[in-house]
C-alpha cells in the first residue's frame, strides 16, 4: 500500500489549494480516505473524509465552509481543495487511508504529507 | 464535545525503561473509539493500537495498550531507540462522525 501526495505549495491568502494523494497496493473503492492537517509543532486535526465507493463525505466543522474532498476512481486519487485560505492554514496536509470495517476505525497508511505555505 | 488530556507533556526515559502514557477523555467512551498513533520528526503519524488495546500490524509486542471509560494508557515495556518520538491519543465518535486527537506525549532520551 503506498500513497503518495503532492509536493509542497506556496499560496497568498484567500487563495485556494488542491493537494492530491495517489493511492496504489489496494481496492481504493474499498476503503475510505481522511484528510488531516498538522500546523508546525502543533498537534493533529481532522479536516473530512470521503467514502470512496459512494463519494459520500463528512467535513470538519472548523472547515466544512471551505474544503472539499473528491476522489477519482480512475486513476486512485483522492483530493483535498481548501479555499479562502488564511495564515493560519500553513501546515503539513496528510491523507491516510481509513479502515472502518472488520472492527474499530482506525489511519492504518499515511502520505508523507503536503507542506502548504499561506503567505503575502 | 469529548475532550482527550495526555499526560506527561514530556517523558524523558532511558533506553530498556518502560513508559506509560496516559490519555484521559473528559466523559466516558467506548474503548472501541480509541486509538494511539506514534510521530517522529519529518515522518507522518504511525498507527501504534486501535480499539484501545489491539496492536496495529508490524507493532511490536512491548507496546501495549489498556484502558475503558475515561482513562486510557500507552504503556511501552522497554524502551528502544526507535520508540523516542510523540505519540497522539485519538477518539472516534461515530455519529456525526468526529476524530478528536489528544495534544500529545514526547518521549525523548534522558
Known amino acids: 500500500v503506498q500513497m503518495v501526495q503532492s509536493g509542497p505549495e506556496v499560496r497568498k491568502p484567500g487563495a485556494s489549494v488542491k493537494v492530491s494523494c495517489k493511492t496504489s497496493?489496494?481496492?481504493?473503492?474499498?476503503?475510505?480516505v481522511i484528510w488531516l492537517r498538522q500546523a508546525r509543532g502543533q498537534g493533529l486535526e481532522w479536516l473530512g473524509w470521503i467514502s470512496v465507493y459512494n463519494g459520500y463525505t463528512t467535513y470538519a466543522q472548523k472547515v466544512q465552509d471551505r474544503v472539499t474532498i473528491t476522489t477519482d476512481t480512475s486513476t486512485t486519487t483522492a483530493f483535498m481543495e481548501l479555499r479562502g485560505l488564511r495564515s493560519n492554514d500553513t501546515a503539513i496536509y496528510y491523507c491516510?487511508?481509513?479502515?472502518?470495517?472488520?472492527?474499530?476505525?482506525?489511519?492504518?497508511?499515511w502520505g508523507q504529507g503536503t507542506l502548504v505555505i499561506v503567505s503575502s | 464535545e469529548v475532550v482527550l488530556t495526555q499526560s506527561p507533556d514530556t517523558l524523558s526515559l532511558s533506553p530498556g525503561e518502560r513508559a506509560a502514557l496516559s490519555c484521559r477523555a473528559s466523559q466516558s467512551v467506548s474503548s472501541n473509539y480509541l486509538a494511539w498513533y506514534q510521530q517522529k520528526p519529518g515522518q507522518p503519524p504511525r498507527l501504534v493500537i486501535y480499539?484501545?488495546?489491539s496492536r496495529a500490524a508490524g507493532i511490536p509486542d512491548r507496546f501495549t495498550g489498556s484502558g475503558s471509560g475515561t482513562d486510557f494508557t500507552l504503556t511501552i515495556s522497554r524502551l528502544e531507540p526507535e520508540d523516542f518520538a510523540v505519540y497522539y491519543c485519538?477518539?472516534?465518535?461515530?455519529?456525526?462522525?468526529?476524530?478528536?486527537f489528544g495534544p500529545g506525549t514526547k518521549v525523548d532520551i534522558k
Open positions: 497496493g489496494y481496492s481504493f473503492t474499498s476503503y475510505s
Open positions: 485519538k477518539l472516534y465518535r461515530k455519529s456525526p462522525p468526529l476524530f478528536t
Open positions: 480499539g484501545a488495546s
Open positions: 491516510a487511508r481509513v479502515v472502518a470495517v472488520a472492527g474499530p476505525v482506525r489511519f492504518d497508511y
